[in-house]
């Protein structure tokens, strides 16, 4: 198992980052505007001894540099293209926007050598260029049609290999942005994005319209328990709020958006019982009388412990970690829209191998975040 640390980082724009916290959308996560001069590192880090049967995932988190545009290379898209690139059957791409060189490339290729390749993508980031190319290249895009969002961001290779995560297909999404994504190879689980895809690119169904039919939503890879579910077909935020309220030891959180409030009663009212819990929040929008930060900053209980992030461009996370053992990630905002109108998805992780990757990140942007 590898966990790698790839530079990225973004430039937002205030009154649209505001709008994204409000309304729970991801508006502002990838502007393609000009960024200010930095630099692109890889830094392979040593894992602790896992067990043998931990090498079926890898974890990758980003460490926000945002060099300019032209000195974007090295990043997670390349890996992710790469896969690609090494595809038999077909891949599948469903992603909130898509912009990457590396991945629209691989993608175009593929087609070209006669593997099929589906994409679906939100209506509001239907007309990027990125998504013009893969059109005039025989590929078909699906768009939602609709108000709330396809907010999905994942990648099935030969119904196999998937990817998902917190990550953008997007140069900014890549290089300059706090994300997460694993890579799983498992079939089984592999089988529910597929059907997931289905819906959306062969039935054009969407949100809540969506049939509730994920294949293997408990399963165990390599002696670990997952859980997945996808939404707004399934409610995700009650699954969640569940989860926190087994917490007995600790919660760590990193939140883009956080404005949902089953989850955020479940964990004060977890505090509230003596269990700690910390969080960092992407700053703009923070602030706001939506987020659950002003109320968890001015908790009474003296276990909750909040802070706003070091990132100038986004901290586009969205992690819940409990007792160190169980993660929860995905594509899922804590938010009303994802909850009830977005498709998204989350994956539950019971594994204090795989936690003590999420623990690790958290408390690097934690220390970022400063106090």
């Not at 890549?174 to 529910?192: E, H, K, M, P, T």
């Not at 917490?247 to 990193?254: D, H, K, P, R, S």
């Not at 901290?315 to 007792?323: P, S, W």
Request: glycine share 8%.
């Amino acid at each position: 198992m590898n966990k790698r640390n790839v530079g990225l980082g973004t430039l937002v724009l205030v009154i649209i980052a505001v709008i994204s916290i409000f309304i729970g959308r991801d508006l502002f996560a990838d502007l393609g505007l000009e960024e200010p001069p930095g630099g692109t590192t890889i830094t392979a880090v040593p894992p602790q001894q896992p067990p043998s049967s931990a090498n079926w995932y890898e974890i990758y988190f980003t460490n926000p540099i945002c060099p300019p545009e032209n000195e974007r290379t090295g990043g997670i898209d390349e890996t992710i293209a790469a896969d690609i690139l090494a595809a038999q059957t077909q891949v599948d791409v469903a992603a909130f926007e898509l912009n990457s060189e590396p991945i629209v490339n691989a993608l175009i290729d593929l087609e070209k050598r006669g593997i099929p390749v589906r994409v679906v993508t939100d209506t509001d980031n239907a007309d990027q260029t990125s998504i013009n190319r893969l059109r005039r290249n025989g590929i078909s895009v699906v768009e939602d049609k609709r108000s709330g969002l396809m907010h999905d961001k994942f990648v099935v290779i030969d119904g196999r290999i998937l990817y998902t995560g917190s990550l953008n297909y997007t140069t900014n999404g890549v290089y300059c942005n706090n994300n997460n994504l694993v890579r799983i190879d498992s079939s089984r689980l592999a089988a529910n994005y597929s059907a997931e895809m289905d819906e959306m690119y062969i039935d054009r169904r969407f949100g809540p319209d969506s049939p509730d039919n994920t294949p293997h939503e408990q399963l165990t890879i390599g002696g670990v328990q997952i859980e997945n579910y996808f939404g707004s077909e399934k409610e995700i935020a009650p699954i969640i709020a569940r989860a926190v309220a087994r917490a007995q030891n600790e919660i760590l959180f990193l939140a883009f958006s956080f404005t949902e409030d089953q989850i955020g009663e479940a964990m004060l009212g977890r505090a509230d019982a003596g269990v700690p819990l910390r969080g960092v929040f992407e700053t703009v929008g923070a602030e706001s009388g939506f987020s659950y930060f002003p109320k968890m900053d001015t908790a009474v209980s003296p276990n909750v412990q909040v802070r706003l992030d070091g990132n100038p461009r986004v901290m586009h996370h969205k992690v819940i970690i409990i007792d160190r053992q169980t993660v929860i990630f995905g594509s899922f905002n804590f938010s009303a829209s994802a909850n009830d109108r977005n498709d998204e998805n989350i994956l539950i992780v019971h594994d204090p191998t795989f936690a003590n990757y999420f623990v690790e990140e958290f408390e690097t942007v934690w220390q970022e975040a400063g106090g």
